[in-house]
T-cell receptor, first 118, second 118 residues
Framework: GAGVSQSPSNKVTEKGKDVELRCDPISGHTALYWYRQSLGQGLEFLIYFQGNSAPDKSGLPSDRFSAERTGGSVSTLTIQRTQQEDSAVYLC????????????????FGEGSWLTVV | AQKITQTQPGMFVQEKEAVTLDCTYDTSDPSYGLFWYKQPSSGEMIFLIYQGSYDQQNATEGRYSLNFQKARKSANLVISASQLGDSAMYFCAMREVIRKGSGSRLTFGEGTQLTVNP
């Protein structure tokens, strides 16, 4: 697709249920990032994929959170036994490269998945 | 320690005037990239402008320019001729290599809420 696509755009779930959030990056982008943004807050890094591997999982807030990426493309973020504090916007982003100061490796974001745990 | 610091939680500007949003960063990596994103109330993260650590000239994109002062580790965003549609949250972000061969991470500041008054 033309941009980063995320689904669902909105999800309301009951406390204790599991949820899956999907991210479809820009075609050809090898790097994929997940971030979380609580209401009125900045962006919290969750996890980063280079291809199918995740060299940096340090941002996952607890073992209830997991993520995978298959085929170097679509990624799924899974939250098990959701809690009310998990309510946030979950943003996915992708880029064509990973170099720190390399031009052209702009990171593009999807529109986010708004999760509400009731 | 904060990697990215945005000291202005809120800024106000009159329509058609210029405004500067401050951003300072901290890194020991010689290769890094600096980004500005706009987040309107709809929640999407819109890429505005990019500056690489090795770039000799300040980046410009239409009404946006980045005042890059490497020695002072600052990367302020200048918006010229403000428009009502510029009202949004603005985030400064830095991409730096996590570790060699393992890609990079984008770290965000806390954001500045810009309001453009008619």
């Amino acid at each position: 697709g033309a941009g980063v696509s995320q689904s669902p755009s909105n999800k309301v779930t009951e406390k204790g249920k599991d949820v899956e959030l999907r991210c479809d990056p820009i075609s050809g982008h090898t790097a994929l990032y997940w971030y979380r943004q609580s209401l009125g807050q900045g962006l919290e890094f969750l996890i980063y994929f280079q291809g199918n591997s995740a060299p940096d999982k340090s941002g996952l807030p607890s073992d209830r959170f997991s993520a995978e990426r298959t085929g170097g493309s679509v990624s799924t973020l899974t939250i098990q036994r959701t809690q009310q504090e998990d309510s946030a916007v979950y943003l996915c982003a992708s880029s064509s490269g990973t170099g720190g100061g390399q031009p052209g490796n702009t990171i593009y974001f999807g529109e986010g998945s708004w999760l509400t745990v009731v | 320690a904060q990697k990215i610091t945005q000291t202005q939680p809120g800024m106000f500007v009159q329509e058609k005037e210029a405004v500067t949003l401050d951003c300072t960063y901290d890194t020991s990596d010689p290769s890094y990239g600096l980004f500005w994103y706009k987040q309107p109330s709809s929640g999407e993260m819109i890429f505005l402008i990019y500056q690489g650590s090795y770039d000799q000239q300040n980046a410009t994109e239409g009404r946006y320019s980045l005042n890059f002062q490497k020695a002072r580790k600052s990367a302020n965003l200048v918006i010229s001729a403000s428009q009502l549609g510029d009202s949004a949250m603005y985030f400064c972000a830095m991409r730096e290599v996590i570790r060699k061969g393992s890609g990079s991470r984008l770290t965000f500041g806390e954001g500045t809420q810009l309001t453009v008054n008619p």
